[in-house]
């Protein structure tokens, strides 16, 4: 059975740092895309990062273009999301997902789902 375990979240003061890691256990990912999203109490599931299967081709929500870093490791199936300068309305569950299709930003298009992890910022 082929599992996504994201873990790195937690609580941090406004301005630091946290990151996460999404492993995936089970089979190969390196041919699919892998995508970062995040949910606020009370608010949509939104976009943060995808990544390529190569790792060289990277976007990112304006939201957090500057300040998050996605990047992915296929010799370990494993997805990581740098986030700096954290601010309070970073607060959500954080989600990676993976998507055996075409480039996409929308989470709808995404196949298959981690469980999500908390990241808390305090102000």
């Known amino acids: 059975q082929v599992q996504r375990v994201e873990s790195g979240g937690g609580l941090v003061q406004a301005g630091g740092s946290l990151r996460l890691s999404c492993a995936v256990s089970?089979?190969?990912?390196?041919?699919?895309?892998m995508g970062w999203f995040r949910q606020a109490a009370r608010k949509e599931r939104e976009f943060v990062a995808v990544?390529?299967?190569?790792?060289?081709?990277?976007t990112y929500a304006d939201s957090v273009k500057g300040r998050f870093t996605i990047s992915r490791d296929n010799v370990k199936n494993t997805v990581y999301l740098q986030m700096d300068s954290l601010k309070p309305e970073d607060t959500a569950v954080y989600y990676c997902?993976?998507?055996?299709?075409?480039?996409?930003?929308?989470?709808?298009?995404?196949?298959?789902w981690g469980q999500g992890t908390q990241v808390t910022v305090s102000s």
């Open positions: 997902a993976e998507r055996a299709g075409a480039w996409s930003t929308q989470a709808d298009e995404y196949d298959a």
């Open positions: 089970g089979r190969t990912f390196s041919s699919n895309v």
């Open positions: 990544i390529g299967w190569s790792g060289r081709r990277t």
